[in-house]
C-alpha cells in the first residue's frame, strides 16, 4: 500500500461509535460511509481504521 494520510483521530472516532453497545439496546451499531466515488471510503477502512483496530494508535 502507498504512503497514507493517516488520520488516527478519525479513525479512532468511528471505530468507538461503531463498536458501542447501547445499554438499552440489544443490536451493536452499524456504519455507513455515503461519499462521492473515489473519495477514499475504502482507502480509509482498509488503511486507517482497520490498521487502529488491529494494532492501536501507531
Do not use: C, Q
Amino acid at each position: 500500500m502507498t504512503n497514507l494520510f493517516k488520520r488516527t483521530e478519525l479513525a479512532n472516532e468511528v471505530a468507538d461509535k461503531i463498536l458501542f453497545t447501547s445499554p438499552t439496546s440489544a443490536s451493536s451499531s452499524g456504519l455507513f460511509l455515503a461519499a462521492p466515488r473515489r473519495t477514499g471510503k475504502s482507502t480509509f477502512l482498509l488503511g486507517n481504521w482497520r490498521w487502529i483496530r488491529l494494532y492501536g494508535t501507531p
